[in-house]
């Protein structure tokens, strides 16, 4: 498991010989923060945590994110929560990116590893701590669950991304591939949180237009996203935010392998006012 390495923000600022010019971006249907602007004076720092911070990548407001809130949360040795979601009816993803942490839910005591995934249904108990003597970095994906009648509210699981065979997305020699961590046809999660990876020079080879909006964390590599009219460059810690309906598109730039955490809202009827 050492063998697996993903971006994590390192902090700091800048010194006062740099360019004020960057590369962020916030228009109407998509958003670009990349990795050089997660320092320590954009950090936030939340009630019942401890020796802990977090850069938020998105939250609902008018003219962004809808349906979700996504962070970077960096937990210093001994530092954690014994409640990390005070927010009634919200479930949670867990992704760890680097380090260790110790993950309590309920009953069940769970040691965390670069790449372990974690769904947290709303209303369980949870905590999670850093007993290492190094920094931990997990990205933390919540939503409020769309409850549905009928439908049961899905139980919470862990599991490891290298045991889990990415889905061929295309006739294409394994060059675009998803890692979904839920089957597609299990209508209790309203929403999906996968990797797709592509190796270099590979595609999506259209314009996705599509009703659900994403969160995009670039976890390797490095490629070109169009948006709309734009061609926007990515590399390994940047985010991205893409409205409903923004189309979209992308390539692999090389020379390595090219992957991001993607989140979308799925399954669920659209609401009328």
Known sequence: MSDVKYYFPHGGLPNQEKLLTGRAIFKETYVFIPREVMTDIVASFFPNWERARAWVLAKPLSGFSTTFSQYIMNIHPGGGSEKPEEQKG???????????????????????????????????????????????YFQWIRKKYDVCSGIKVPDFFVKYEREIEPVQMHNNNDSWTTTRFVDPSDIRHDMHVNIVNFKPGGTIPFMETHVMEHGIYILQGKGAYRLNDDWVEVQAGDFLWLRSFCPQACYAGGPEDFRYLLYKDVNRQMVLP
């Open 90 to 136: 919200v479930q949670s993803v867990i992704f760890v990116l680097h380090g260790k942490l110790d993950l309590q839910i309920e009953e069940n005591h769970i040691e965390l590893c670069p790449g372990f995934y974690c769904y947290i249904p709303p209303d369980i108990a949870w905590k999670i701590k850093n007993n290492t003597k190094a920094d931990a």
